[in-house]
């Protein structure tokens, strides 16, 4: 009997294209943040925002296991260079590691696999579509201004990049496809993921390090010993005094030792 896919084959694309249009607002809207907080003019942080996360999305889309290992080449690296340089790493320092880390596994990648895949073509096809579509955006921001919030920018710019693709894609990766040998376009796309994830993900993983090392100074601070060289709980409270001592004492002691009743009174 026959079977018809076509509800899966409809089901499976729109979960696909679901998925890369979260990855992508997501990206776009943390490199954006982040490169407003480098002082970067609005619309040039929207059009570079725009570059990255188009060429990191259809890196996923063309070659999603090769995506994932240079993503995890990234994670790797910028923790690796947090954890033997601190807090106060450069962030290019950071970049740089991670894409020399994907770059070797892209290396790897490609020496094990076979040449049919195209992850670079469909990358710098993504790159020419968030070109056009980030441009469009970028000029409307320096003439007019930020006039849309962040989730209505977010999604207008997956929705424009994502069309533009979808028309395009055929034709541009056609025709850059002969430009991007295998052993060359694997290594590139790994370091590029690998370089974007460790420069999405550092000021994250070095402001909850920050935190970790304050809570650790904290509690060190809380827990000091007391002048006379013994720790009460987690407060170093000061040692008590010769009255409230004898009195603690003569409490501890009882009645038939000279001390006081449980109500106060001075026993004869």
């Not at 290019?92 to 290396?107: D, F, K, M, N, P």
Request: contains cysteine; aromatic residues 6%.
């Amino acid at each position: 009997m026959k079977m018809n896919y076509k509800p899966a084959a409809v089901i499976m694309t729109f979960l696909v294209w679901s998925l890369a249009g979260a990855l992508f607002g997501g990206l776009f809207a943390a490199l954006y943040g982040l490169l407003l907080l480098s002082e970067l003019s609005p619309w040039l942080a929207v059009l570079l925002g725009t570059l990255i996360a188009a060429v990191t999305t259809t890196a996923f889309y063309s070659s999603m296991p090769l995506a994932l290992a240079g993503s995890m080449a990234g994670v790797l690296g910028s923790v690796g260079s947090l954890m033997a340089e601190g807090t106060g790493v450069d962030l290019t320092l950071i970049t740089g590691v991670a894409g020399a880390v994907g770059l070797v596994t892209g290396s790897l990648y490609a020496w094990l696999s076979q040449a049919g895949e195209r992850p670079l073509a469909e990358s710098l096809a993504g790159l020419v579509c968030g070109l056009v579509a980030g441009g469009l955006l970028a000029l409307i921001l320096a003439l007019i201004g930020p006039i849309l919030a962040m989730v209505a920018m977010a999604a207008l710019i997956v929705a424009v990049v994502g069309g533009l693709f979808q028309i395009t894609e055929k034709y541009l990766v056609s025709h850059i496809v002969r430009w991007c040998p295998h052993m060359v376009s694997a290594p590139v796309v790994a370091a590029v993921v690998a370089a974007v994830c460790a420069c999405a993900g550092a000021p994250a993983a070095s402001a909850q390090k920050a935190r970790m090392a304050c809570g650790r100074r904290d509690r060190r601070t809380m827990a000091a010993p007391g002048s006379d060289g013994r720790r009460y709980g987690l407060l170093a409270l000061p040692p008590p005094a010769a009255s409230d001592v004898s009195g603690q004492r003569a409490l501890a002691l009882g009645p038939d030792h000279g001390g006081y009743h449980a109500g106060g009174r001075e026993k004869h």
